[in-house]
Nanobody, 120 residues
Framework: QVQLVESGGGLVQPGGSLRLSCAASGSISSIYAMGWHRQAPGKQRELVARITNGGSTNYVDSVKGRFTISRDNAKNTVYLQMNSLKPEDTAVYYC??????????????WGQGTQVTVSS
């Protein structure tokens, strides 16, 4: 069982920055990857960034060069540093953890979401 608690969302002006945090608890050792997804009103949820235990990262094209995903293993926390924010980045951002629940069985756990609004 994995629980995720998100923080760091808010209102920023275009060009500004935010840093989202997601703290994991429970069966931490079972996690093999963590990431961030977002969902804007009227839009489908999309993957924003993902990082594996080995440190490999992936980003959706629209955020490459602006967003950075990172981990602090000592704190069991994943971060999303968001720079040069644009109005189209406005969405609810969800943290997720991909983890094993038993041999050959894997699931994804999700945080409650945090609102990011980019507006002048």
């Amino acid at each position: 069982q994995v629980q995720l608690v998100e923080s760091g969302g808010g209102l920023v002006q275009p060009g500004g920055s935010l840093r989202l945090s997601c703290a994991a608890s429970g069966s931490i050792s079972s996690i093999y990857a963590m990431g961030w997804h977002r969902q804007a009103p009227g839009k489908q949820r999309e993957l924003v960034a993902r990082i594996t235990n080995g440190g490999s990262t992936n980003y959706v094209d629209s955020v490459k060069g602006r967003f950075t995903i990172s981990r602090d293993n000592a704190k069991n926390t994943v971060y999303l540093q968001m720079n040069s924010l644009k109005p189209e980045d406005t969405a609810v951002y969800y943290c997720n953890a991909d983890h094993w629940i038993q041999l050959a069985v894997r699931e994804s756990s999700w945080g409650q979401g945090t609102q990011v609004t980019v507006s002048s």
